[in-house]
């Protein structure tokens, strides 16, 4: 989050992205993507391995670039059209076959080709005699209808165009190697997602209920929230004590400093971290109590889907053993004084922390200001934005920003209520969240038109044969059907809902590879291994209900 935090106020203040690969290198142990700050909703896959490239090829799919010409919000329409990318594995399938759509998301589709085989889709292709296809979204991995990301080019890019693009697919879709027709409503096709993907196929089933006969939303997130200060709740809630009240304390001094009137406590707090009396508060107050508890989204049974967090690594911010940047130690009692000028009481975990954070971002920002000037250290991004303006190339770090722009929200943020004590500070306001939105698309988070999304129920979203399941800890059940704020539903097989018990993000998606099962080193927790079993008896009683309305 430190790192994200600093590539954003580069990227405002237009950093050469030769400038930002300089910062990264310095800045080790903090890792990114190619979306750098923007992958909100889900982690990147890591590429696939040759074995599963070679298993499943790639495919690609014709459809239209507009499918809307009466809407003038695609003006000027199109009638041409692009290629989507899409993997199958037919090794399961025998004719007469239901067909599992896994479906893509904000990211590069080719790296799930995992949950064909010992994934989600796998696993129901295996036991239905199935076959599995992944599909990518448009505007991702190499499904661009467009020569470039400018503002223009990129009106086709929404939900409800790629909502269109899913439905057309599973439509028209002839697939290699395969004789007969399996294309909807001929063939029960069942769509699969999580995340952000858990909400599209949510709307699948609600929009084309023809076309999709069910759907399995799988930590969805159907509700469009433009303060999405919920995010922060589960590691509030779930995560151990001492971590969460050492980040509200974090977030107590930092605020309570900035915040307030003494000039002379600012100064002091930021020359801790090394940093010049012009560096701007609200920069400072991000890297500095901006981060909450770092990846805690990233948390997962399996070691190969866990990074960012665990419980080991949050306690080692606490730790004195842990603190070893040079000259740190020294700062303790300068932080015990300001401890004192907010009412905080003196704990060694807190005290531990603030000097790590401190280290830290002495570090990375001193990176950051030795590429910008002294004079220029930390200072408030510029007006025009022009670094992300006129850097309009095919990328997927400007496609998801778009999205939430214009659609989504979800602008984390400290606006906690004031009984609640937050663990990222509360400079990290909509207005500072939304900052890229103005920089990159000469937008505001006013005009982020959550409607075009909640019109189709948001979080009370509910149709039948549409399963939605969710993580008990996962900070996404907020903006899903698990949300405290969402209607009272019952558990049934023709509308299955579940929420997994100490689950974190989409935990039920994968399962073990064989040689995993051989080593019997990984355990999946019982309470997915249940929700995956739930999840089997509830598709075979939707498939016999499809087997007997054709008999009929």
């Not at 690609?60 to 670039?65: K, V």
């Not at 796998?122 to 991995?141: D, N, Q, W």
């Not at 009240?245 to 003494?262: E, N, P, R």
């Not at 996962?474 to 405290?484: I, L, R």
Request: glycine share 8%.
């Amino acid at each position: 989050m430190i790192f994200q935090a600093l590539l954003k106020c580069a990227l405002l203040a237009g950093t050469a992205f030769a400038e930002l690969k300089s910062l990264q290198s310095v800045a080790s142990g903090f890792k990114t993507t190619e979306g750098y700050y923007v992958d909100q909703v889900d982690k990147y896959a890591p590429p696939p391995s040759n074995d599963l490239k070679a298993r499943f090829p790639t495919h690609y799919f014709e459809t239209s670039i507009d499918h809307f010409k009466n809407e003038s919000r695609y003006e000027p329409h199109t009638t041409e059209k692009f290629k989507l990318r899409y993997w199958f594995n037919k090794d399961y399938y025998k004719p007469g076959g239901p067909v599992f759509a896994i479906i893509g998301g904000e990211a590069p589709a080719n790296g799930r080709l995992l949950y064909l085989d010992s994934g989600v889709g796998g696993r129901l292709a295996k036991a239905f005699s199935g076959l599995t296809v992944l599909i990518e979204h448009r505007y991702y991995g190499e499904s661009f209808p467009v020569k470039n990301l400018t503002v223009e080019s990129l009106r086709f890019l929404s939900t409800q165009q790629a909502l269109a693009d899913l439905t057309d697919f599973a439509s028209q879709i002839k697939f290699p190697g395969i004789g007969e027709t399996v294309t909807a409503p001929n063939t029960p096709w069942i769509a699969y997602g999580g995340s952000y993907s858990g909400a599209l196929v949510a709307f699948l089933r609600k929009l084309y209920p023809d076309t999709w006969y069910g759907a399995i939303s799988s930590s969805g997130v159907p509700e469009a929230i433009v303060d999405f200060w919920q995010y922060q709740e589960a590691a509030r809630l779930y995560a151990p004590k001492d971590c969460v009240k050492a980040a509200q304390d974090t977030v107590q001094l930092v605020d309570g400093i900035l915040m307030g009137k003494d000039k002379a406590l600012k100064i002091k707090l930021k020359a801790l971290a090394g940093l010049p009396e012009q560096a701007d508060d609200r920069i400072f107050a991000e890297l500095l109590g901006g981060s909450g508890l770092e990846g805690w989204q990233s948390r997962h049974w399996h070691p190969k889907q866990s990074e960012g967090y665990s419980d080991n690594s949050c306690r080692r911010t606490l730790a004195k053993s842990t603190i070893s940047q040079p000259g740190t130690e020294a700062k303790r009692d300068s932080i015990e004084e300001l401890m004192k000028a907010v009412n905080l009481d003196i704990e060694d975990v807190t005290v531990n922390r603030l000097l790590n954070k401190l280290a830290t971002v002495q570090r990375t920002a001193g990176a950051l200001c030795a590429l910008s000037g002294k004079a220029n250290c930390l200072s408030p991004p510029k007006a025009s934005g022009s670094g992300m303006r006129t850097s309009t190339a095919i990328s997927a770090w400007r496609s998801w920003p778009w999205q939430l722009c214009t659609e989504w929200g979800y602008f984390m943020t400290g606006n906690t209520p004031k009984d609640i004590r937050p663990i990222i500070s509360r400079f990290n306001d909509v207005e500072s969240q939304s900052a890229s939105c103005r920089a990159a698309f000469n937008t505001t988070w006013t005009q982020v038109n959550t409607t075009r999304i909640n019109q189709w129920g948001g979080m009370n979203i509910s149709y039948p044969r549409l399963a939605q399941l969710s993580g008990e800890s996962d900070p996404w059940k907020w903006a899903g059907p698990s949300s405290p704020y969402a209607m009272k539903r019952q558990d049934t097989i023709d509308e299955p809902f579940v929420e997994i018990k100490g689950a974190g993000h989409h935990w039920d998606t994968i399962g073990l590879e064989e040689d995993e099962i051989e080593e019997g080193k990984i355990k999946i927790p019982e309470a997915v291994v249940q929700v995956q079993a739930y999840t089997e008896r509830f598709v075979k009683k939707w498939l016999n209900d499809f087997k007997e309305q054709r008999a009929k």
